[in-house]
């Protein structure tokens, strides 16, 4: 496996229910990102992990939850989300924090209803 | 945060046309980035810019990185379906904390 992958690629979840999105980088990196990305509106950067630790949350709403166990793997932890919460979720990772080249996972597809 | 504009949003052409794109801001950036996203992918990185004025071309893709730093163009030369995609152009604040994006031109390359 190489790159960036992320399960599951498609999640339907209603809004009552507890759910965790996954990435995992192959890539020996050491920052990684979680990104929201809504049709007609610029990726929205969500959190920021630097060798494992949280670096930035954007103001995201406490539903979303991060967790970085060590540098190759981050999860989204997801409960009582809202129907505009919907959207893919891009994970990705680089080199180091900062204006380093960004790769990209598939994204998940996560409908809320 | 700084606000990076892209246009056109939308843009469909004919196979063998030229067309180029735009990237946008009233601020400096100490780099771009351009990346291309498929249906049901994540963006790929295209190229990075990073000296005002700079021109790189990737085959068919040329990019230029604004004297001032301020903004970019992506001028594609007879395209092609397979050119088909999302064009995100991306800044890293001059802070070096994170990549700004922009909202994408949608390209459509008809056969």
């Known amino acids: 496996e190489t790159g960036v992958t992320q399960t599951p690629r498609h999640l339907v979840m209603g809004m009552t229910n507890k759910k965790s999105l996954k990435c995992e980088q192959h890539l020996g990196h050491n920052a990684m990102y979680w990104y929201k990305q809504s049709a007609k509106k610029p990726l929205e950067l969500m959190f920021v992990?630097?060798?494992?630790?949280?670096?930035e949350n954007n103001s995201v709403p406490s539903r979303f939850s991060p967790e970085c166990p060590n540098s190759s793997h981050l999860f989204l932890h997801l409960h009582t989300l809202q129907p505009e919460d919907s959207a893919l979720y891009l994970c990705a990772s680089s080199q180091g924090q900062g204006g380093y080249e960004q790769y990209f996972g598939p994204g998940t597809r996560l409908t809320v209803t | 945060t700084q606000l990076l504009e892209q246009s056109p949003q939308f843009l469909s052409i004919q196979e063998g046309e030229n067309l180029t794109v735009y990237c946008n801001s009233s601020?400096?950036?100490?780099?771009l980035q351009w990346y291309r996203q498929e249906p049901g992918e994540g963006p790929v990185l295209l190229v990075t810019?990073?000296?005002?004025?700079e021109v790189k071309k990737l085959k068919r893709l040329t990019f230029q990185f604004g004297d001032a730093r301020k903004d970019s163009s992506l001028h594609i030369t007879a395209a092609q379906p397979g050119d088909t995609g999302l064009y995100l152009c991306a800044g890293e604040e001059t802070s070096g904390s994170r990549l700004t994006f922009g909202e994408g031109t949608q390209l459509t390359v008809n056969p």
């Open positions: 992990y630097n060798f494992k630790e949280q670096t």
């Open positions: 810019v990073v000296t005002g004025g």
């Open positions: 601020s400096v950036f100490s780099s």
